[in-house]
């Protein structure tokens, strides 16, 4: 069953940047559609960006302009570079493997990874 690993998570002051990073665990031979989601303390999960496999993407208004979603295929790895973080986007952030398409077609996966803290003072 392949599984999501986040990292790359921390604390940063208000206008910083930081780097998610999320690898698929599966098969080298496979491809995702993968999400970021977040969750605040008190408030429930959000969608933050996805990507396809054919690299569309997508995002929340709130992020738009300062978060950018991308992919190595090769590794099946995703990355969310987050820019002009702000203390509202302190959450944890999780990642999720969506859909996976290899030699067998198309499947419904929607697995959960563990969660990176993403913390932003002001």
């Known amino acids: 069953q392949v599984q999501p690993v986040e990292s790359g998570g921390g604390s940063v002051q208000a206008g910083g940047s930081l780097r998610l990073s999320c690898a698929a665990s599966g098969s080298p031979y496979c491809r995702y559609d993968m999400s970021w989601y977040r969750q605040a303390p008190g408030k429930e999960r959000e969608f933050v960006s996805g990507?396809?496999?054919?690299?569309?993407?997508s995002y929340a208004d709130s992020v738009k302009g300062r978060f950018t979603i991308s992919q190595n295929n090769a590794k099946n790895t995703v990355y969310l570079q987050m820019n002009s973080l702000q203390p509202e986007d302190t959450a944890m952030y999780h990642c999720k493997i969506d859909r996976s398409l290899c030699a067998s077609g198309i499947r419904v996966v929607d697995n959960w990874g563990q969660g990176t803290q993403v913390t932003v003072s002001s």
């Open positions: 990507i396809a496999r054919d690299g569309s993407t």
